[in-house]
């Protein structure tokens, strides 16, 4: 007979560990009789007790053959109970009352290392093979217990021990339960790595986060603008009002994003709107909301203002000069009391959020003419920054060029460079337009280009082409080229051809040096319509960008 034969035998198991399970002693004897065969006669029987045996065979193989007669008075040890037992993942040991370990699993042998089926749980402990005995607590307690247990092996182990009684209430049986936590306590530390992981990501998400709140693409080299941005640093960290100054398109937006970027309020929004770009109506329920039904066209549920909405924040109103002088008013109560007012609501809601004003006007001249409350002027003018224009700080020309090269690419995938004496041309040039202008400039002379390198000759062209109108005091117009010569207009033509080329000039100058169509259309003197068709009818819009 084969072990599988042996197996497969109606009366014998065996275990993973050579463990031979037989059913009585006579069936002891018939497997003596085929172990003895299978080892060719070299089994060695050391018989220990009533019904354990230990089989030396020729292989070298040791089984523990044991018999289930002993279980015979505990009903669930039949073959199938048997099975089931070994089928459950936890280690089962099952003692009498006298702490004799009369069953062990096949997954409590391999816990615990040890087949101690037979020996007492006592001898076992004074052997120094275990730390401790459930077994024996649940004995001395009659009750349940469940005690954290570690092994010689080092494992540890959750072991619960339950007292089964008879039907006169005497402890008959312990069941214990062993649970490898070696499994969760790697868990336990795999987590808890992985806790400490994701400490470190999001650590450095936020100093990326703060790193990028606080980059800013605000390039400058020049003393004259140093100085302005040394005054940003002081002013960011306190929360008062700044009035940004300077001409149109010199970076008073882009000094907001810095005074906001290194402010507390750093890590909530800053929320910008244009005082020249809304119509009035619309400019004081964007600033302050309003209740539901306060207008016609109003929503449904009312609407939060920009200063509730930028709570915690920072609020930039740029054009602050173009700002009615109603909403004036409204705004000044703003500063004062810290508190909005939604149209057609009497209820003030307090609001958190620093104020950065900008203008390229002359606010102090237009207090003078009544065009601009005095009392907000000196409200918002508690800190004045004044932003010079690129013209007086030259040295920031060709580092603004070469950060816009480097844009262009990041956007379109076109690099370029600008030869040196190109550079020149563009450093010696004035520009009424400001670094809004440089920035244009450069994007269209990147756009149209045809060759990888910038010449002076294509810059000189490009400026020559954007000739500021001046006008004399008899209002007749002249132009003045990049290097400030004022010469002729060469138009050639019928009347109407020379009338539509200046048109034309005139328009594309405007354009150049106003941030916006309306701005353009009021230095004009024309209505916004009417410059918007003439820019159509020129097609103009290709080549002009006339806001970022
Ligand atoms: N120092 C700078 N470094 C990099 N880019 C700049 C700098 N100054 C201005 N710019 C860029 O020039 C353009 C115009 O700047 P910005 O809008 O801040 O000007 P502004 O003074 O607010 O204009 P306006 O008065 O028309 O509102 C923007 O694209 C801005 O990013």
Same mark, same amino acid.
């Given at each position: 007979?084969?072990?599988?034969?042996?197996?497969?035998?109606?009366?014998?198991?065996?275990?993973?560990?050579?463990?031979?399970?037989?059913?009585?002693?006579?069936?002891?004897?018939?497997?003596?009789?085929?172990?003895?065969?299978?080892?060719?006669?070299?089994?060695?029987?050391?018989?220990?007790?009533?019904?354990?045996?230990?089989?030396?065979? =020729?292989?070298?193989?040791?089984?523990?053959?044991?018999? @289930?007669?002993?279980?015979?008075?505990?009903?669930?040890?039949?073959?199938?109970?048997?099975?089931?037992?070994?089928?459950?993942?936890?280690?089962?040991?099952?003692?009498?009352?006298?702490?004799?370990?009369?069953?062990?699993?096949?997954?409590?042998?391999?816990?615990?290392?040890?087949?101690?089926?037979?020996?007492?749980?006592?001898?076992?402990?004074?052997?120094? +093979?275990?730390?401790?005995?459930?077994?024996?607590?649940?004995?001395?307690?009659?009750?349940?217990?469940?005690?954290?247990?570690?092994?010689?092996?080092?494992?540890?182990?959750?072991?619960?021990?339950?007292?089964?009684?008879?039907?006169?209430?005497?402890?008959?049986?312990? &069941?214990?339960?062993?649970?490898?936590?070696?499994?969760?306590? @790697?868990?336990?530390?795999?987590?808890?790595?992985?806790?400490?992981?994701?400490?470190?990501?999001?650590?450095? +998400?936020?100093?990326?986060?703060?790193?990028?709140?606080?980059?800013?693409?605000?390039?400058?080299?020049?003393?004259?603008?140093?100085?302005?941005?040394?005054?940003?640093?002081?002013?960011?960290?306190?929360?008062?009002?700044?009035?940004?100054?300077?001409?149109?398109?010199?970076?008073?937006?882009?000094?907001?994003?810095?005074?906001?970027?290194?402010?507390?309020?750093?890590?909530?929004?800053?929320?910008?709107?244009?005082?020249?770009?809304?119509?009035?109506?619309?400019?004081?329920?964007? +600033?302050?909301?309003?209740?539901?039904?306060?207008?016609?066209?109003?929503?449904?549920?009312?609407?939060?203002?920009?200063?509730?909405?930028?709570?915690?924040?920072?609020?930039?109103?740029?054009?602050?000069?173009?700002?009615?002088?109603?909403?004036?008013?409204?705004?000044?109560?703003?500063?004062?009391?810290?508190?909005?007012?939604?149209?057609?609501?009497?209820?003030?809601?307090?609001?958190?959020?620093?104020?950065?004003?900008?203008? %390229?006007?002359?606010?102090?001249?237009?207090?003078?003419?009544?065009?601009?409350?005095?009392?907000?002027?000196?409200?918002?003018?508690?800190?004045?920054?004044?932003?010079?224009?690129?013209?007086?700080?030259?040295?920031?020309?060709?580092?603004? &060029?070469?950060?816009?090269?480097? @844009?262009?690419?990041?956007?379109?995938?076109?690099?370029?460079?600008?030869?040196?004496?190109?550079?020149?041309?563009?450093?010696?040039?004035?520009?009424?337009? %400001?670094?809004?202008?440089?920035?244009?400039?450069?994007?269209?002379?990147?756009? @149209?280009?045809?060759?990888?390198?910038?010449?002076?000759?294509?810059?000189?062209?490009?400026?020559?082409? %954007?000739?500021?109108?001046?006008?004399?005091?008899?209002?007749?117009?002249?132009?003045?080229?990049?290097?400030?010569?004022?010469?002729?207009?060469?138009?050639?033509?019928?009347?109407?051809?020379?009338?539509?080329?200046?048109?034309?000039?005139?328009?594309?100058?405007? +354009?150049?040096?106003?941030?916006?169509?309306?701005?353009?259309?009021?230095?004009?003197?024309?209505?916004? =319509?009417?410059?918007?068709?003439?820019?159509?009818?020129?097609?103009?819009?290709?080549?002009?960008?006339?806001?970022?």
């Amino acid at each position: 007979m084969s072990i599988t034969e042996l197996h497969n035998a109606e009366h014998f198991f065996i275990m993973k560990n050579h463990e031979v399970i037989v059913k009585s002693d006579i069936q002891i004897e018939l497997l003596e009789k085929i172990l003895k065969e299978y080892c060719k006669g070299k089994v060695t029987f050391e018989a220990e007790g009533h019904f354990v045996h230990v089989l030396e065979t =020729s292989n070298g193989n040791l089984f523990n053959v044991r018999s @289930l007669k002993q279980f015979s008075d505990i009903d669930f040890m039949n073959p199938l109970s048997h099975k089931v037992l070994n089928s459950i993942s936890d280690g089962i040991t099952i003692c009498d009352c006298n702490g004799k370990i009369l069953f062990q699993n096949d997954i409590d042998i391999e816990i615990v290392g040890m087949n101690l089926m037979g020996r007492y749980a006592k001898d076992v402990i004074d052997e120094g +093979l275990m730390s401790d005995s459930i077994s024996m607590k649940v004995i001395e307690s009659k009750e349940k217990v469940t005690i954290l247990q570690t092994f010689i092996n080092g494992k540890c182990f959750l072991v619960s021990g339950k007292p089964i009684f008879d039907e006169d209430g005497e402890l008959q049986y312990v &069941v214990a339960i062993t649970r490898d936590m070696t499994q969760l306590k @790697l868990l336990e530390q795999e987590v808890e790595k992985l806790e400490v992981q994701n400490e470190t990501f999001k650590n450095k +998400l936020q100093a990326l986060h703060n790193k990028e709140s606080r980059k800013s693409s605000l390039i400058t080299v020049s003393p004259a603008m140093m100085q302005v941005v040394k005054r940003v640093m002081r002013v960011a960290e306190v929360d008062s009002t700044v009035l940004i100054g300077g001409e149109s398109g010199v970076g008073k937006e882009e000094i907001t994003k810095l005074i906001h970027a290194y402010s507390r309020r750093s890590h909530k929004q800053i929320l910008t709107i244009n005082c020249s770009a809304i119509p009035e109506t619309l400019l004081e329920s964007e +600033l302050f909301g309003y209740e539901a039904g306060s207008f016609t066209g109003a929503v449904k549920g009312g609407k939060a203002g920009l200063f509730e909405i930028a709570s915690g924040g920072t609020v930039f109103l740029d054009e602050i000069g173009e700002m009615p002088l109603l909403l004036q008013a409204k705004l000044l109560r703003v500063l004062q009391e810290s508190e909005v007012q939604r149209i057609g609501s009497g209820k003030p809601i307090p609001i958190d959020v620093r104020i950065i004003a900008a203008t %390229n006007r002359k606010l102090q001249e237009m207090v003078r003419e009544g065009g601009f409350r005095e009392d907000l002027y000196y409200r918002l003018n508690i800190i004045p920054i004044e932003i010079p224009p690129l013209r007086q700080r030259r040295k920031d020309i060709i580092p603004l &060029v070469n950060h816009f090269l480097a @844009l262009i690419g990041e956007k379109y995938g076109i690099h370029r460079t600008i030869e040196s004496s190109a550079m020149k041309i563009l450093e010696g040039y004035d520009w009424p337009g %400001n670094v809004r202008q440089l920035k244009n400039m450069v994007e269209r002379i990147c756009l @149209l280009a045809t060759q990888p390198e910038i010449t002076a000759n294509t810059v000189q062209q490009e400026l020559d082409s %954007n000739l500021i109108i001046v006008r004399d005091t008899e209002n007749t117009a002249q132009q003045q080229n990049s290097q400030g010569n004022v010469v002729t207009t060469p138009f050639a033509g019928t009347l109407k051809e020379q009338v539509a080329a200046f048109e034309k000039q005139m328009i594309k100058q405007a +354009l150049s040096e106003h941030p916006s169509i309306r701005q353009a259309a009021k230095a004009l003197g024309c209505d916004q =319509s009417t410059l918007v068709r003439k820019i159509q009818k020129f097609q103009l819009t290709r080549h002009v960008s006339y806001k970022d």
